[in-house]
Structure formats: C-alpha cells, structure tokens
C-alpha cells in the first residue's frame, strides 16, 4: 500500500506507526469494507486477501495510502515547514481534470509522518515518546485519520467518479449549500446517521478497548467529529 507500509532491508516498518495505525485500520472489519471497493483480485492488504476485483478497481480507480509531511508551510514560497500541519489528506492523482478526462487514477490518502504538535496526540507523544500510552494514543489518533480520508474523502470521491465520471458532488446531499466538494463531505459526515459516524464509532471504540482503553460512543464521536467544515 505504497510508502505507508514501507519497510527497511532488515524487514522493519521505515514508518512504524503509522503502518500500525495503517494495519488496525486495514485489519477491522470497516477497513476490509472499505478496501474491497478498491481492491484487485488476489491482493493481500493486512491479513486480507481480497477474492476479486473491487468495484471502483474494475473502473481505474485505486487507492494509496502514503506516509507523507503534511505539516504547513513557514511562509508563503518556503520550502521550510512548521511544527503545525494536517493529520492527513486526501489527494487526486492526476489533477483533478485529467481524472475526470481520463475516467481512472489513483486516490492517495496521505498520512502525516510528521508529529504535528496542533494534534494533541501527537503533541504528547512528541513530548514523552518513551511514554507507550502516549505512542498508543497517537497511532489510534492516526488510525482515525485514515478512517476519515478513507470513509469521507477517498469513497466520496471514488463515487462521485464513478457514477458520470465528474467530480460534482452527485453522491451528496443537494441542500448544504457549498459547492465544495471536501466541506460537502464534511458537512454530511457530521450528520446524525451519516456513514462515516455509523462506521467509524463503533469499530474505534473496539481499538480502544483492545488495547484497554474505555472511551463512550460519545467521546469517540466528539474526537471524529473535530474537524473544520
């Protein structure tokens, strides 16, 4: 799954973490949901081996998952980056216009490697990385990261391709009066009954308690929920 599963001539993770975080995602039950839509037949992504070619494989449209820094800029036209960032986002490869002229592509999914200190998970972790709570707390911080590229951004896009080859936000719910295709997608994921949360909080919450962690429905929800529209 490109660079997020990486590994070294030794046969280590280069990006340990977040191939952990990658791997709780891709092994539960809403990731292997998920990654068959995209997958081809016979591949083996975690401990799944996919059957047959997924729906959106079938019509060119795959799906990477790449370690990547996301943290921003120092200033405008500087190569150099800040202790700030975003935990993850999702891009289209190639522009979004050769996607929709050549009708396939790739969807990367691009997960910070950086420790971005605005994710207070990452700020601990960065603060205390001896701390094994603190690293476990972030590689979930990050695993929720890819369910929310994943779930919101990557499967909407894949299927507003899908339906007319055109990225018009036709999977979406027409009355939330943005034509932005990314704060569409958030606006309908932060709904009541919406895909993301009916996937999403649950399956986090059985992460959290196999690793002896006790968290609400309602705490999950809150954390998948604090993002910008």
Same mark, same amino acid.
């Given at each position: 799954?490109?660079?997020?599963?990486?590994?070294?001539?030794?046969?280590?993770?280069?990006?340990?973490?977040?191939?952990?975080?990658?791997?709780?995602?891709?092994?539960?039950?809403?990731?292997?949901?998920?990654?068959?839509?995209? =997958?081809?037949?016979?591949?083996?992504?975690?401990?799944?081996?996919?059957?047959?070619?997924?729906?959106?494989?079938?019509? &060119?449209?795959?799906? =990477?998952?790449?370690?990547?820094?996301?943290?921003?800029?120092? &200033?405008?036209?500087?190569?150099?980056?800040?202790?700030?960032?975003?935990? =993850?986002?999702?891009?289209?490869?190639?522009?979004?216009?050769?996607?929709?002229?050549? &009708?396939?592509?790739?969807?990367?999914?691009?997960?910070?490697?950086?420790?971005?200190?605005?994710?207070?998970? =990452?700020?601990?972790?960065?603060?205390?990385?001896?701390?094994?709570?603190?690293?476990?707390?972030?590689?979930?911080?990050?695993? +929720?990261?890819?369910?929310?590229?994943?779930?919101?951004?990557?499967?909407?896009?894949?299927?507003?391709?899908?339906?007319?080859?055109? +990225?018009?936000?036709?999977?979406?719910?027409?009355? +939330?009066?943005?034509?932005?295709?990314?704060?569409?997608?958030?606006?309908?994921?932060?709904?009541?009954?919406?895909?993301?949360?009916?996937?999403?909080?649950?399956?986090?919450?059985?992460?959290?308690?196999?690793? &002896?962690?006790?968290?609400?429905?309602?705490?999950?929800?809150?954390?998948?929920?604090?993002?910008?529209?």
């Amino acid at each position: 799954m490109s660079s997020i599963l990486e590994q070294d001539e030794d046969g280590n993770y280069v990006h340990q973490e977040l191939a952990e975080a990658f791997l709780a995602f891709a092994n539960s039950d809403v990731g292997i949901e998920f990654l068959s839509k995209f =997958a081809e037949g016979g591949q083996t992504i975690g401990d799944h081996t996919f059957e047959e070619d997924g729906e959106f494989h079938s019509q &060119g449209i795959d799906l =990477a998952f790449n370690a990547t820094n996301e943290n921003y800029s120092k &200033g405008e036209g500087s190569e150099e980056r800040g202790d700030r960032g975003a935990n =993850a986002r999702t891009k289209l490869s190639p522009s979004p216009y050769q996607f929709e002229r050549n &009708g396939k592509g790739t969807i990367n999914v691009n997960v910070n490697k950086v420790l971005n200190v605005n994710n207070e998970y =990452a700020k601990a972790y960065k603060n205390d990385p001896d701390n094994p709570m603190a690293k476990t707390l972030f590689i979930l911080s990050r695993t +929720l990261s890819i369910f929310h590229e994943t779930i919101i951004h990557a499967d909407g896009l894949a299927g507003d391709l899908a339906d007319n080859c055109t +990225l018009d936000c036709s999977n979406i719910n027409k009355n +939330l009066n943005t034509y932005n295709d990314g704060v569409q997608q958030h606006i309908q994921a932060k709904q009541e009954g919406s895909l993301f949360l009916t996937k999403v909080v649950p399956v986090m919450r059985q992460l959290y308690n196999a690793v &002896g962690i006790k968290r609400t429905n309602a705490q999950i929800k809150k954390q998948a929920t604090n993002f910008n529209n």
